[in-house]
């Protein structure tokens, strides 16, 4: 397994595949984000050991989007015994990653509690913001900026480690190994994938809000509220299946891979 270098403009051509991916079967797709939604909506309500259980299982969830993902690429539908196909044959390595995960997870937040006496987690845990003082304080800002480096270097350890374990029989070590440098080999793509899901998740998003309010005579906040969750329900399915485009792309992996 050897992962390819490719052109920057392949990350903007990621999006464009995740969208060619969600077109084969939007309804399966919606049914499966709201079946997702709801599963983090039941198991957040168990407090932080539901955030705890739905961050260990992150790579397993990870891998049926993907599975999802290879099905559509292959012009196929997809149904929930097609789903759990890759995630029963390598559920203990995805449970591994989501371990190793969490584990890392503290760590990142406990280097941010070391500049801000811990309110940084504690927002994240708790759901609410700390006091204005605190926030406008130059160590809170610090924490938040290393937090963001350190979720950043996380995430390329993590983008294609589910899908390597699963379809490439890799170890964990040796699954985000690979992720990691194959991700950071690739940083142009990268960064050109993020401006193109930054430009389609907000600035169109705000274009067509105000677009909307200058037709209507103003929007209320319920309305407003609705279109930009009906929008994340459709844009989050695209974004997952442009990760397995990436996956693809980057190891040099065909459709019935």
């Known amino acids: 397994m050897k992962a390819r270098l490719v052109p920057t403009a392949r990350g903007v051509h990621w999006l464009a595949e995740g969208w060619r991916l969600f077109r084969v079967a939007p309804p399966a797709w919606l049914g499966l984000m709201l079946a997702y939604l709801m599963l983090v909506v039941l198991v957040t309500r168990l407090g932080k050991f539901g955030l705890a259980a739905m961050v260990i299982l992150t790579p397993a969830v990870t891998l049926v989007f993907m599975s999802a993902s290879r099905m559509c690429g292959r012009r196929k539908g997809f149904g929930p015994a097609d789903l759990l196909t890759d995630l029963r044959a390598s559920l203990r390595a995805q449970l591994a990653l989501g371990v190793v995960y969490?584990?890392?997870l503290g760590l990142v937040f406990g280097a941010a509690s070391a500049l801000d006496d811990g309110a940084l987690a504690r927002w994240v845990l708790s759901g609410r913001p700390p006091e204005d003082e605190v926030l406008d304080s130059g160590a809170f800002a610090a924490s938040r900026a290393l937090a963001l480096a350190l979720s950043a270097l996380l995430t390329l350890l993590y983008w294609f480690a589910p899908?390597?374990?699963?379809?490439?029989?890799?170890?964990v070590a040796q699954a985000l190994f690979y992720s990691f440098f194959a991700a950071l080999m690739n940083w142009r793509a990268f960064l050109a994938y993020g401006a193109a899901v930054g430009l389609v998740a907000i600035a169109l998003p705000l274009a067509a809000l105000f677009a909307l309010a200058l037709a209507t005579g103003g929007l209320s906040r319920v309305a407003s509220a609705a279109i930009l969750w009906t929008a994340l329900l459709f844009f989050l399915p695209v974004i997952l299946a442009s990760i397995y485009a990436s996956y693809r792309d980057v190891f040099g992996a065909d459709e019935g891979t």
Not at 163 to 171: E, R, T
């Open 163 to 171: 899908m390597l374990a699963a379809w490439n029989g890799m170890g």
């Open 102 to 104: 969490l584990g890392l």
